[in-house]
């Protein structure tokens, strides 16, 4: 990993923290190439366990409040790499990711027996900042395991640490594992655009459980959310131009948009067929007056 | 916890006054009715149960005798643990499961984090042990290093302890010790004299299972003195009301310690009445069963009252690790009785 990034995160902490919290985070003894905070000596470097430590006593000494991004920062983040955002995170939360990248790689064996180490012992908030950090962890085919295991936990807020907005499991995840996480999410009722990449890993297979998924929640009275199509327009066929239909003549003005939008992005003729008989949806689509962003919540 | 259950027949302990005892109703006979509205209105903190092996029951009949918080040492389990894995599941399910389910039942659960004098006993899993701890002493809603002390009082017990109270110093938090079941005099003494060579401020330390020979001088040297309610090995509450009569309220608390013996885990709400019973001050009585075990934990600044004083929501429907305390067919309380399920 780059140092940039670190020193990215830290200048975000330290817009973030007081005095105090700022030093807190220094006197952890931690090696800051590049950063130097004004009065403050510089710090050497850290040993794992007191970065560990460190990681496990945050909450004692920052304030849980929710920190501020600028723009700028956003970009910058994104810019090395792609799909990584802290919005909404907490300080404590944000300080651990930190914490995490300042842990020596060089000795493989040595690194990842610590972060496996901080994984077994972890509470909630922990596993939280854990799997946020994924993306920036190094040797990152090492935390597949625990990555989807994440997947299958149903720990609320963990489950959200791993699937939306990481762009780890785009990167990383097979296909079973990618389309486990994005039906995770569907049967969640979590919102599937907050999902990195989820355009790049679209495929046919997860299309067609979708179509399966969405029958047996209609035979139990129930619906799919209308945006959840956006993952089957290239894979139309006859099976799905049938769900197509039903959605066109659903009740919800949500699964009808849905439908037009699935359709006009399908190579199938039949599917174009379906899409003209509607002539008001299909013009507000071709127009682009309609998009999947509509359906997003 | 703590008794010394090894023995099959229950044996009254070396302090215990046998004649007393055999006159006086034990606390475990009296009845939610005989007490309930003397200590109504009252709240208790019970600063040592081992609820991880108590019953939901437990935790129904503490919130409806006024526990509204409680702390969970660490110790031990009732049979030897075989790896450093048990060890990280136990700590674990200390902040996590633990606190879940008692948090379902209205009761704010605290926990202190230690190894316990009788596993440091095993020095190759006491080491990897050690090498672990400080990942959990710093957790939140632990308020304390505990708890540690001696047992059998060997080497590897001190060392141990030794190691321990550095911890506590280095992470700011209170002591909580366990003092030994024999020889219960000398191991107390040697507690204290070890916390104080390690240059602990003695008002950061609660020396628990204390008797009418320990009390005196757990005070007079400054320290916190906990009594433990539990029938046959540790104080009844009969003799519990003599020490609150005779020391005061000061710097003194009582707890249950009820874990998979024979122990009561409503053993505070009873001495409460007892003590209400012998006319003993109601401010008295809020010292020493919730107000000085707050005074003593919160030092380590990870309880805050207002979590519990004015009562503690409780939604059931709640999920831990997407598991709910609720089993097959059960409904959160209040219980909704549909007939139709969608």
């Given at each position: 990993m780059s140092d940039i990034i670190k020193q990215k995160i830290w200048e975000i902490i330290a817009s973030n923290t007081s005095v105090t919290e700022a030093e807190w985070l220094q006197q952890k003894g931690v090696s800051m190439p590049g950063v130097a905070m004004p009065g403050v000596a510089t710090p050497g470097v850290a040993t794992p366990i007191e970065l560990m430590t460190a990681f496990v006593a945050a909450p004692r000494f920052l304030s849980k409040k929710i920190i501020h991004t600028s723009d700028g920062e956003k970009a910058a983040l994104n810019f090395e790499i792609p799909g990584f955002s802290v919005d909404g995170w907490s300080l404590v939360r944000l300080a651990r990711v930190w914490l995490l990248t300042q842990?020596?790689?060089?000795?493989k064996e040595e690194y990842v027996k610590n972060i496996e180490t901080l994984f077994d012992t972890a509470e909630m908030n922990e596993l939280v900042a854990l799997y946020s950090a994924l993306p920036l962890?190094?040797?990152?085919?090492?935390?597949l395991f625990r990555a989807t295991d994440a997947v299958r936990s149903n720990m609320g807020f963990v489950f959200d640490a791993i699937?939306?907005?990481?762009?780890y499991p785009e990167k990383y995840f097979s296909e079973l594992a990618w389309n486990q996480l994005v039906l995770k999410t569907i049967f969640n009722d979590k919102p599937i655009h907050l999902i990195e990449g989820l355009e790049n890993r679209s495929n046919e297979k997860l299309a067609m459980t979708l179509s399966d998924f969405a029958h047996e929640r209609w035979a139990a009275g129930r619906g799919v959310p209308?945006?959840?199509?956006?993952?089957?327009g290239k894979y139309l066929n006859q099976t799905l131009l049938a769900d197509m239909q039903h959605l066109f003549d659903s009740e919800k003005e949500e699964d009808r948009k849905a439908a037009a939008l699935a359709c006009s992005e399908a190579p199938l003729p039949a599917a174009q067929y379906l899409l003209a008989k509607y002539t008001d949806l299909e013009k507000s689509v071709k127009s682009g007056a309609l998009t999947w962003a509509d359906l997003e919540h | 916890m703590c008794a010394n259950h090894t023995e099959i027949t229950p044996n009254p302990s070396h302090f215990e006054d046998s004649e007393e005892a055999s006159q006086a109703p034990a606390h475990r006979d009296i009845a939610w009715n005989d007490y309930k509205d003397l200590i109504k209105g009252m709240r208790f903190f019970?600063?040592?149960?081992?609820?991880?092996?108590?019953t939901t029951d437990d935790y129904q009949a503490m919130n409806q005798a006024g526990i509204v918080a409680l702390i969970e040492p660490a110790f031990w389990v009732g049979q030897p643990r075989t790896g450093l894995s048990t060890f990280k599941d136990y700590y674990s399910s200390l902040v996590g499961w633990e606190r879940f389910r008692s948090s379902q039942f209205g009761i704010k659960h605290y926990c202190t984090m230690g190894l316990n004098s009788r596993e440091a006993n095993n020095e190759p899993l006491a080491e990897q042990v050690m090498e672990i701890l400080p990942l959990y002493i710093?957790?939140?809603?632990?308020?304390?290093?505990?708890?540690i002390g001696f047992d059998d009082q060997t080497p590897a017990e001190e060392k141990y302890y030794r190691l321990q109270l550095e911890l506590a110093k280095e992470a700011k938090l209170p002591v909580q010790i366990h003092t030994p079941h024999r020889d219960k005099k000398k191991g107390t003494e040697r507690s204290m004299a070890i916390a104080l060579e390690h240059g602990i401020d003695p008002s950061w330390v609660i020396v628990d299972h204390n008797n009418e020979e320990t009390v005196k001088s757990v005070l007079d040297q400054g320290f916190w003195a906990a009594f433990t309610i539990y029938p046959f090995t540790k104080m009844g509450n009969e003799r519990m009301v003599k020490v609150v009569e005779q020391y005061g309220p000061e710097r003194i608390m009582i707890n249950s310690a009820a874990d998979w013996g024979i122990s009561d885990p409503l053993a505070i709400p009873k001495t409460a009445a007892l003590m209400k019973m012998r006319g003993i001050p109601d401010e008295t009585i809020r010292l020493v069963t919730y107000q000085n075990a707050i005074d003593a934990f919160g030092k380590s600044g990870q309880i805050d009252v207002a979590d519990f004083e004015s009562g503690y929501a409780v939604d059931q429907s709640e999920k831990f690790h997407g598991n709910s305390i609720l089993r097959g067919g059960q409904q959160p309380a209040p219980v909704k009785d549909f007939l139709v399920i969608n």
């Open positions: 842990l020596d790689p060089s000795d962890l190094s040797y990152p085919d090492q935390w699937a939306l907005h990481n762009p209308a945006q959840v199509w956006r993952l089957t | 019970d600063p040592h149960i081992h609820m991880v092996s108590r710093y957790k939140e809603g632990v308020v304390g290093v505990g708890e």
